[in-house]
């Protein structure tokens, strides 16, 4: 059975840090990606990160505040978030590819998280 689910969302004030944890298990994944969806608006790519390697990439928005990592023993993906700001409240989740080929369109994971909510206060 796979299974995907995010921790570490909260509150946070503007300026401030929070790392995102997802355990992922069941299935040997190719890749993992974190996706946000703020309130009335689309879900969107944050970061990726292929598992066997560690290549990385981030979305304009978050390049240079965020890191995505991952703990291959453990199984598991993080999102360090820097320099937050009140743009970047948004349910946050993880995702997991199981096919080749490192990807920002949420079309393209098969496994998803239930969600974190990050809210980024003023």
């Known amino acids: 059975q796979v299974q995907v689910a995010e921790s570490g969302g909260g509150l946070v004030q503007a300026g401030g840090s929070l790392r995102l944890s997802c355990a992922a298990s069941g299935r040997t994944f190719y890749a993992m990606g974190w996706f946000r969806q703020a309130p009335g608006k689309e879900r969107e790519f944050v970061a990726s990160?292929?598992?066997?390697?560690?290549?990385?990439y981030y979305a304009e928005s978050v390049k240079g505040r965020f890191t995505v990592s991952r703990e291959y023993a453990k199984n598991t993906a993080y999102l360090q978030m820097n320099s937050l700001q009140p743009e970047d409240t948004a349910v946050y989740y993880c995702?997991?590819?199981?096919?080749?080929?490192?990807?920002?369109?949420?079309?393209?994971?098969?496994?998803w998280g239930q969600g974190t909510q990050v809210t980024v206060s003023s």
């Open positions: 990160i292929r598992w066997n390697g560690g290549s990385t």
């Open positions: 995702a997991a590819k199981e096919r080749f080929g490192v990807t920002d369109s949420s079309t393209q994971y098969d496994y």
